[in-house]
């Protein structure tokens, strides 16, 4: 559906030194590609910068070749990217009805915006069960499942997960990456998805790019970083 | 008994405009996590703009509704002028600055239209209709709490029913995740303080009648009340702020019957140490879900 290029980034915190330096990335029209790394490389802070939410010193983000830059984060979202935080930023105040519609308001009007909703509580059924709870009384992979849901229905062009597997159980985490994988060969959505759980990532995207130390250090189809122990081993360490 | 109807009756008058203020600094609470400490003097200057308006005109209405758009006015600049400027991650700079735009806004008052009490007629009778033997309500009094019941509720519905209030209060409770959404924070803020300082206006608007009249200081007792209302009802619940209106308005008037006037605030202050020290977030706080 579009494409996200990432020129020259330059992140940092304060007056300290740069998290990215100068980082290149592109991420295919269509294309699921896991970004990996340990903790601590930069994949939040990447993240947030391509959202809007941390400032860039230096360096361009493009969707589909229009630059991002000196958009605001609201603002980014109505060019249609979206982004699931790290602790996926689930309303607790609000209920999972008003979490939905919220994410619907700008991109949907009127009977449109019920539609699309509903159409999110088909593809996550234990959401629709819940519609009136509160955010705070869910569990770990329904908030996930809420959070996921709640950008997929402003039908974003693309879009970045932060570490969805997070505290959540293997079976919910296959579940949610294999939703977002049918979505995006659906849809056409671009995907870029932060991980720390490889296995799981790497199951479900074409392409692994791996961060260290704020630099992407290599760059493979999915299935080669997966199989190869060399590789695995040189920039995964297991 | 006629003496105990009446005060409470009376009580439940003042106790509406009470929760009404309230309100308004319930509304800023949510939408910035600050205590507007200047709500009183912006909303008296919006008060004086309203009289002005009724004074050239001739009709109290007018003049109402001139001051509720001034009181939505002066939110906006004072959210998008000094108090935007302020740090925002201690609460401290934030109260200077409130104070010492008071300071500004009273002394300008002051020198622009004296430091009397101007007398301020209300637009229905203040006489007590008699029921069975009993002074109750008087007309005004009955359109304080029409009024004031109306305005609550609108403000209820607006921010639980629509989709502004989804934003604003998306936009109050998780501002960088509303961001995410799509939502304009920074205009959502400023949406707060208008309506905020609109419905403070209003509020003043319907005391001044009922007391010595108009003063650059006409305020600053309902502020002291409202503040001590919004802290016992939970700061971040409008339905805390509205019972805790009605329980201090009545709480006042019975202690100024029974016992003096003087006491009453000495009262108020109990009332708050009290809840404080049995439930510190106030009594309908909403702590719990936040820190889920
Ligand atoms: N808000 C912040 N302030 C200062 N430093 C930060 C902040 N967030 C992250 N960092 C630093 O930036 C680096 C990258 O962090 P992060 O982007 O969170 O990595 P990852 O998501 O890959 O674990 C780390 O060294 C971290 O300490
Ligand atoms: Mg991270």
Request: no cysteine; proline share 5%.
């Amino acid at each position: 559906m579009s494409t996200l290029t990432v020129d020259g980034l330059t992140v940092g915190y304060g007056d300290g030194a740069p998290v990215l330096d100068g980082l290149d990335l592109e991420v295919p029209d269509g294309a699921v590609v896991a970004l990996l790394g340990a903790n601590g490389a930069g994949k939040t802070t990447l993240l947030r910068a391509v959202a809007g939410l941390v400032p860039a010193r230096g360096g361009r983000v493009l969707l589909d070749g229009a630059d991002l830059g000196g958009l605001r984060a609201e603002d980014r979202v109505r060019r249609g990217l979206g982004l699931v935080p790290e602790g996926r930023g689930v309303v607790a105040e609000l209920t999972v009805a008003e979490n939905l519609r919220l994410g619907a308001l700008w991109r949907h009007r009127g009977s449109a915006r019920t539609a699309a909703v509903d159409a999110q509580y088909e593809l996550f059924e234990p959401l629709a069960r819940r519609r009136d709870a509160l955010g705070h009384t869910l569990s770990g992979g329904e908030r996930q499942m809420l959070a996921l849901a709640r950008a997929l229905v402003a039908e974003p062009r693309v879009l970045l997960l932060d570490e969805p597997s997070l505290g959540l159980a293997p079976l919910v985490v296959a579940d949610l990456l294999g939703v977002l994988r049918r979505t995006a060969e659906r849809t056409g959505l671009t995907v870029l998805v932060a991980e720390q759980n490889v296995t799981s990532a790497l199951s479900v995207a074409d392409r692994g790019v791996v961060l260290s130390l704020g630099d992407v250090v290599t760059d493979r189809p999915a299935r080669d970083l997966a199989a190869d122990p060399a590789l695995r081993h040189a920039y995964l360490g297991f | 008994m006629d003496r105990l109807v009446f005060l409470v009756a009376a009580g439940l008058a003042h106790g509406a405009v009470l929760a009404l203020f309230a309100q308004s600094l319930v509304i800023v609470w949510r939408a910035n996590r600050v205590i507007n400490f200047a709500q009183a003097a912006l909303a008296v200057v919006a008060v004086y703009a309203a009289l002005a308006v009724t004074a050239v005109s001739g009709s109290w209405w007018l003049g109402a509704f001139a001051g509720v758009v001034a009181g939505g006015l002066l939110g906006a600049a004072a959210e998008r002028g000094p108090m935007r400027l302020v740090p925002t991650h201690t609460p401290l700079p934030g109260i200077i600055v409130a104070i010492g735009l008071v300071m500004i806004l009273q002394a300008g008052l002051a020198i622009a239209f004296g430091p009397e009490y101007q007398p301020v007629p209300a637009p229905l009778s203040e006489r007590p209709f008699v029921l069975a033997g009993i002074p109750v309500l008087s007309p005004y009094d009955l359109l304080v709490l029409v009024v004031a019941g109306l305005v609550m509720a609108a403000l209820a519905l607006g921010f639980t029913r629509t989709s502004l209030g989804l934003q604003l209060r998306a936009a109050a409770f998780a501002p960088e995740t509303a961001r995410l959404l799509g939502v304009r924070v920074s205009r959502m803020i400023t949406l707060g303080w208008m309506l905020s300082l609109a419905t403070a206006a209003l509020a003043g608007l319907l005391l001044v009648p009922t007391e010595l009249g108009l003063h650059p200081h006409a305020l600053d007792g309902l502020f002291v009340q409202a503040f001590a209302v919004a802290v016992i009802g939970g700061l971040d619940s409008p339905a805390g702020a509205l019972l805790a209106g009605l329980l201090v308005g009545v709480l006042v008037s019975l202690v100024s019957g029974y016992l003096v006037a003087a006491a009453a605030p000495l009262a108020v202050l109990a009332l708050l140490t009290l809840v404080l020290l049995v439930r510190p977030g106030g009594l309908f706080s909403a702590a719990k879900e936040r820190a889920a």
